[in-house]
């Protein structure tokens, strides 16, 4: 059944974005760049800058400040 298999595809979505976020939060900086770039180009996520941009610094990774 479609609703079954959609279902199950968005329930093994969700968690993997749990996962994703848990590993961010503990500091694992290829998680928090992950998270970065997926709140950056709304892969998963709504676009969000803000939080794109917090990600990110905390993975140590460059990040353009679009007011210079």
Do not use: I, T, Y
């Amino acid at each position: 059944d479609v609703d079954v298999k959609l279902h199950s595809v968005l329930k093994d979505k969700l968690r993997w974005m749990e996962l994703l976020r848990s590993a961010a939060e503990r500091g694992v900086a290829e998680a928090q760049l992950e998270l970065g770039q997926r709140f950056l180009n709304g892969r998963g996520l709504h676009r969000d800058a803000v939080s794109a941009k917090f990600w990110l610094e905390l993975a140590g990774a460059p990040v353009a400040d679009r007011d210079e």
